[in-house]
């Protein structure tokens, strides 16, 4: 384990970095458990995570020492619970963010609702936050991040599970270049507390707007899954709640997680 000070913004500033965890959402669920004072910002990092979680029970897998993995420790108490969605919203701009200033502006970096990051229909990054709450806040959210940089090569079976349509790709299968993890990890670092100060300083309508600005497949028909039934359909947005709103034979419906699937 090493401890790294970061002399920025205050997410990244306490990094400990694991060569080895199982997984970095786990490790510091665990140790929140135990009441262990991490300042708010605190990262955690695995060089190599070896039972990482996705969303919706998959797994994470990630090539040792060529990805990031990590976990935000986020305090974010002046949301309320029914108000999770903001969180998300700004994490995703954050990374969205930190993406175009690696890759440049030249290619498409969307968010797919609600929080894979795609860059060129691909996913290069996923993310999993797992909140805890008191009474009508939030009080402990613990974000936890896979952004694949320098692995040139996925497995099918380690991705069919993770909602992806098509393999994934990485920051070096898109640009060729090869790039230094901790680098990296603070220029997401820094861009996602851009976006999360301006949560806290309440600029949620303006956040909302740009999360739906980068909506991957906005206002394009394509196929969903809808309950259990295929349909043709077209974003037009998120609801406050974070249900994604999608019109199909000229009704608009707002969709849960559980109640929707990308073809
Ligand atoms: C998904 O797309 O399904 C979300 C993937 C989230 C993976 C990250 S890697 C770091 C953190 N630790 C975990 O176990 N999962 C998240």
């Given at each position: 384990?090493?401890?790294?000070?970061?002399?920025?913004?205050?997410?990244?500033?306490?990094?400990?970095?694991?060569?080895?965890?199982?997984?970095?959402?786990?490790?510091?669920?665990?140790?929140?458990?135990?009441?262990?004072?991490?300042?708010?910002?605190?990262?955690?990092?695995?060089?190599?995570?070896?039972?990482?979680?996705?969303?919706?029970?998959?797994?994470?897998?990630?090539?040792?020492?060529?990805?990031?993995?990590?976990?935000?420790?986020?305090?974010?108490?002046?949301?309320?619970?029914?108000?999770?969605?903001?969180?998300?919203?700004?994490?995703?701009?954050?990374?969205?963010?930190?993406?175009?200033?690696?890759?440049?502006?030249?290619?498409?970096?969307?968010?797919?609702?609600?929080?894979?990051?795609?860059?060129?229909?691909?996913?290069?990054?996923?993310?999993?936050?797992?909140?805890?709450?008191?009474?009508?806040?939030?009080?402990?959210?613990?974000?936890?991040?896979?952004?694949?940089?320098?692995?040139?090569?996925?497995?099918?079976?380690?991705?069919?599970?993770?909602?992806?349509?098509?393999?994934?790709?990485?920051?070096?299968?898109?640009?060729?270049?090869?790039?230094?993890?901790?680098?990296?990890?603070?220029?997401?670092?820094?861009?996602?507390?851009?976006?999360?100060?301006?949560?806290?300083?309440?600029?949620?309508?303006?956040?909302?707007?740009?999360?739906?600005?980068?909506?991957?497949?906005?206002?394009?028909?394509?196929?969903y899954k809808i309950n259990g039934t295929s349909a043709?359909?077209?974003?037009?947005?998120?609801?406050?709640?974070?249900?994604?709103?999608?019109?199909?034979?000229?009704?608009?419906?707002?969709l849960?997680?559980k109640e929707v699937s990308?073809e």
């Open positions: 384990m090493r401890i790294k000070a970061h002399n920025s913004g205050f997410i990244g500033k306490n990094t400990v970095i694991f060569d080895s965890l199982p997984s970095t959402n786990d490790y510091l669920k665990e140790e929140l458990a135990k009441s262990k004072p991490f300042p708010e910002g605190t990262v955690i990092m695995a060089v190599h995570q070896f039972s990482g979680k996705g969303q919706r029970g998959a797994s994470w897998y990630s090539e040792k020492g060529l990805n990031l993995t990590f976990s935000i420790l986020l305090c974010p108490v002046f949301l309320k619970p029914q108000e999770q969605f903001y969180l998300t919203a700004a994490i995703s701009l954050g990374i969205l963010a930190g993406l175009e200033e690696v890759i440049g502006v030249g290619k498409a970096i969307q968010v797919k609702w609600p929080n894979d990051i795609y860059v060129n229909d691909r996913k290069i990054a996923g993310v999993l936050i797992q909140n805890s709450i008191r009474g009508e806040q939030l009080k402990h959210s613990v974000v936890g991040i896979g952004l694949n940089v320098n692995q040139m090569q996925f497995e099918t079976g380690d991705y069919k599970d993770s909602g992806v349509t098509g393999a994934p790709t990485s920051l070096q299968l898109l640009t060729g270049k090869e790039y230094g993890l901790e680098s990296v990890l603070q220029l997401i670092c820094t861009h996602i507390e851009y976006y999360y100060l301006k949560l806290k300083f309440g600029e949620r309508a303006g956040l909302i707007k740009e999360y739906t600005d980068h909506l991957y497949r906005y206002g394009i028909k394509a196929n043709q359909g077209v974003i037009l947005g998120v609801d406050l709640q974070g249900k994604l709103l999608i019109e199909v034979l000229g009704k608009v419906m707002g849960g997680i990308f």
